[in-house]
């Protein structure tokens, strides 16, 4: 097990405040890409810079195993952050049911808030089998990750998000094979019933939360070309080579971000380019 503050890249280690508060768990879409294409393979090309992100954030960057902390770390070594940023990587394993307040501890003893918390865990090496055909097993481990985790994330957080300096935002990471009443004719396994309950939850959380002006967002950022599109293509039979590259997918997102409201995207199933999908 690692040390719960794995690295500490650029910026003032006195900085108390978290502009962005990310949640990357082996995942190769939006959210870690500011960071890393992905933090168990080489990420060449693709990696994106710490330079691009918006000036001024603090970002914690949440992995789940040696490997990725191992990765991630060399990657960024090289790297230059942007103006006063910051980057905390920490070990922080959701694959199975942690306490919130166990969550809670790891980081807010070093800040005092949170503008957008971005849940980008993503679970989806389990086959894409016929509903007829999907094990009980493959719906706990999809439903921990992209599901129960994410929740349990966003209660742990919650206090610091409610002292955010402008409206705070979650950012929910999810996938249009989750969407009920756009469904194809393909099989989405455990997947997509784990990413339609998320979906769930991202509206209750928005509806729940008016009060605070809590902005939660459920993205879909496009069917990018990652090691994941590669897998599900594979599963479906489909040609790999995703439409959408990694770095228009990671820019579109980040951008949108600064500008989202509760009017705009809250409580709503987008994509990365802003079109509302059915739920």
Excluded: C
């Excluded at 962005?20 to 960071?35: C, F, K, N, P, Y």
């Excluded at 016929?130 to 966003?154: C, D, K, M």
């Amino acid at each position: 097990m690692h040390n719960p503050q794995l690295a500490h890249h650029g910026g003032n280690r006195t900085h108390l405040g978290l502009r962005w508060m990310l949640l990357a768990i082996d995942r190769e879409t939006v959210g870690g890409l500011q960071i890393s294409r992905y933090v168990r393979q080489p990420v060449g090309r693709h990696r994106a810079r710490i330079s691009e992100i918006p000036p001024r954030p603090t970002l914690y960057h949440h992995h789940r195993n040696d490997e990725a902390a191992t990765t991630l770390t060399s990657e960024i070594s090289t790297l230059t952050p942007g103006n006063n940023s910051i980057l905390h990587i920490i070990h922080l394993d959701i694959s199975t049911a942690i306490p919130p307040s166990k969550i809670q501890h790891v980081i807010t003893t070093t800040i005092t808030h949170i503008d957008v918390l971005i849940a980008n865990a993503g679970f989806t090496t389990t086959p894409m089998t016929s509903t007829l055909t999907t094990t009980a097993e493959a719906l706990r481990s999809a439903f921990e990750v992209n599901t129960i985790a994410p929740l349990l994330v966003f209660q742990a957080f919650w206090p610091l998000l409610q002292k955010a300096r402008t409206a705070p935002k979650l950012i929910m990471i999810t996938s249009s094979v989750g969407s009920i009443t756009g469904q194809e004719p393909i099989p989405g396994g455990a997947y997509g019933p784990s990413r339609a309950a998320g979906n769930w939850l991202t509206r209750s959380i928005h509806i729940q939360h008016e009060s605070e002006g809590l902005v939660a967002v459920a993205l879909h950022p496009g069917w990018v070309r990652t090691r994941a599109e590669e897998f599900v293509a594979k599963e479906w039979k489909y040609a790999p080579g995703a439409p959408e590259s990694v770095e228009n997918s990671v820019g579109r997102v980040w951008g949108g971000f600064d500008g989202a409201t509760r009017e705009s995207v809250g409580g709503k199933f987008v994509t990365y380019t802003g079109q509302e999908l059915p739920w």
